[in-house]
């Protein structure tokens, strides 16, 4: 069974932190091909942080993605964010599955 389940979103002021979560099935998991994508609100869904070739350059230096191989557990430490960061975010692998999780809303916000 194929499972994605991301956690920890919320509101949060600019220059606040947030770390999200991502509880994945075995049947997806994979340790170095794991990632965070994100959708804005109006736009198309991108890749902002992979396990495999780091971070696009809008959240460079300020986004941290780890994984828990043992719990099948994938993190995204966001820090100093920014009112441009609002967006619902994502875990998948790289390239991306064709399954998708519910995502969790992060807003940004003073």
């Known amino acids: 069974q194929m499972r994605l389940v991301e956690s920890g979103g919320g509101l949060v002021q600019p220059g606040g932190s947030l770390r999200l979560s991502c509880a994945a099935s075995?049947?997806?998991?994979?340790?170095?091909?794991m990632g965070w994508y994100r959708q804005a609100p109006g736009k198309q869904r991108e890749l902002v942080a992979s396990m495999a070739s780091g971070y696009a350059d809008s959240v460079k230096g300020r986004f941290t993605i780890s994984a828990d191989n043992a719990r099948n557990m994938v993190y995204l430490q966001m820090n100093s964010l920014k009112p441009e960061d609002t967006a619902v975010y994502y875990c998948?692998?790289?390239?991306?599955?064709?399954?998708w999780g519910q995502g969790t809303r992060v807003t940004v916000s003073s």
């Open positions: 998948n692998v790289v390239p991306a599955s064709g399954y």
């Open positions: 075995r049947s997806i998991f994979r340790f170095n091909a």
